[in-house]
């Protein structure tokens, strides 16, 4: 499935098929946001509805204010259409963040639109449990389901009623 001549969209992303950074050992890590670095992969079962979870619990990203860091854990779930994000794209996307300036809530909705627009899910949700500074902890939410289908009824859902009974934080 890997292709060495990958050919680039008019976005600048990589076509699906074209696996270029799985196995490569030479990446060049992005010294700020680079949503060109997603690469996707054909979904096998796209008749099913099943869940991809990833956890990234080494996030950073710093405030647009004061250039401190933020750390987080993101959390992605969604549920795959026709393409599926391949992982080492995904985290090598993520660490992109290290040196962007943006809020936390600002974070976790680029992450989520970047990915609608390279996959087009059928569902998506992304959740930011970033660790205090300044003495409070911010966790921002954010989901999609694709207009017209039954995840649009299922993102509305979890929405309203997402963190009804938020663990205890003492980890943090």
């Known amino acids: 499935m890997t292709n060495n001549n990958p050919a680039a969209n008019a976005s600048g992303r990589k076509e699906e098929g074209t696996l270029t950074l799985l196995g490569n050992q030479n990446n060049k890590y992005p010294d700020d946001y680079a949503p060109e670095m997603l690469q996707t992969f054909i979904n096998k079962h796209p008749g099913n509805d099943y869940f991809v979870k990833f956890n990234c619990p080494e996030f950073t990203s710093l405030c647009p204010i004061t250039g401190q860091p933020d750390f987080a854990n993101i959390v992605i779930s969604y549920v795959p259409g026709e393409k599926m994000v391949e992982s080492k794209s995904l985290k090598l996307y993520l660490f ?15 992450i989520m639109k970047d990915l609608i627009k ?8 992304v959740w930011g449990r970033f660790t205090p500074r300044g003495g409070i902890s911010i ?3 954010c989901n999609y389901g694709k207009p017209g289908t039954r995840w649009e009824q299922v993102a ?4 309203t009623q997402h963190d009804m009974y938020p663990e205890l934080v003492t980890n943090r």
């Not at 992109?96 to 680029?110: K, L, P, Q």
């Not at 390279?118 to 949700?125: A, C, D």
């Not at 509305?156 to 929405?159: E, G």
């Open 139 to 141: 966790d921002p939410y």
């Open 118 to 125: 390279l996959m087009n899910p059928k569902y998506i949700e």
């Open 156 to 159: 509305f859902d979890r929405l």
């Open 96 to 110: 992109s963040f290290r040196n962007h300036g943006d809020f936390h809530e600002d974070c976790v909705n680029i």
